[in-house]
């Protein structure tokens, strides 16, 4: 089934779009506080399409992703028992229980390996909020975290350019598959520990 290549293809139309700047900050401000889809979907096709652009691009994402993260640390302050409901029927609430442990065990670096692990980002910013995380702490490792992430992202893109499109290309499906199970096992994984 060749779902990925359609949806790679539309992306990467979508990358070339003169408003795609903009749709790649709302995005990334949204995933960092209640949006389920992560931003690199929009940010490694943007990358790919205008190499010369992808610093560019991850600025963007990073500076969008840390203030959606302030958004999710304040709904962790106020509104917690209005989400509460939400994370648990979202199946969130088993990361939420991950997220605060690691906040115990590890605390400011909790935010900033949350940068790179499958636990979505949201989680971590609402728990912040809960546990009271210094705020300039909190913005720091959300910084450095998701900057991280997403400069990385927009380097490989850059250096692989056109060589590393076609080879993307050929092998989306693959990926694209292969990505959905590692999803699916990583959440039972974690869903079962937690």
Do not use: C
């Amino acid at each position: 089934m060749r779902l990925f290549s359609a949806l790679y293809d539309l992306a990467m139309r979508w990358a070339a779009h003169p408003h795609a700047p903009r749709y790649l900050a709302g995005l990334s401000f949204a995933e960092s506080s209640f949006f389920p889809i992560p931003p690199d979907v929009m940010l490694a096709p943007m990358a790919l399409a205008q190499p010369a652009r992808a610093w560019y691009y991850a600025a963007i994402t990073t500076v969008a992703s840390v203030l959606g993260g302030v958004v999710g640390y304040f709904i962790g302050v106020f509104a917690f028992e209005l989400v509460e409901p939400l994370l648990r029927e979202a199946g969130y609430w088993g990361h939420y229980l991950t997220a605060q442990s690691w906040f115990q065990r590890w605390g400011f670096w909790a935010v900033f390996i949350a940068g790179f692990s499958p636990i979505p980002y949201k989680v971590f910013t609402i728990a912040a909020g809960v546990v009271g995380m210094a705020m300039p702490a909190f913005v720091l490792a959300s910084a450095v975290g998701r900057g991280g992430r997403f400069f990385l992202v927009s380097a490989l893109m850059r250096w692989g350019g056109e060589r590393m499109q076609s080879l993307l290309r050929s092998y989306v499906d693959r990926i694209g598959w292969a990505t959905v199970v590692l999803a699916a096992v990583l959440y039972f994984a974690l869903s079962n520990g937690a």
